[in-house]
């Protein structure tokens, strides 16, 4: 089974400002607490959307919805990889992101 921990992070979106910042993601929809699972999944807890993260995009408020690249994927774990002391869950991301590296949208 999965594990999953709420979704806070630097902004995925290569060369963004903010992706060194940890920011509590929120669903645009309805504004439920995100939360990213050990094999590359995002979920929203309020209506429980979910899916790969290299299909969602990123608005941070430093520019408009934007898909993550593998970069700022990685980028991303890293500021994660403070703030979540299981090395086994910030390891199975990281997997999960080399295996979709191909699949990244963002430039």
Known sequence: MSKKVRFIAGCPVKGCINGNI?????HNQDDGAMYIFDNGYLECDDCETNGLIIDWKFDCG????EYASFQGYL???AVLGHLVADEDFIDDCIDAGKRQRRRFRGK
């Open 22 to 26: 940890p920011i509590y993601w929120c």
């Open 62 to 65: 430093e520019h408009d919805y």
């Open 75 to 77: 980028n991303m774990i």
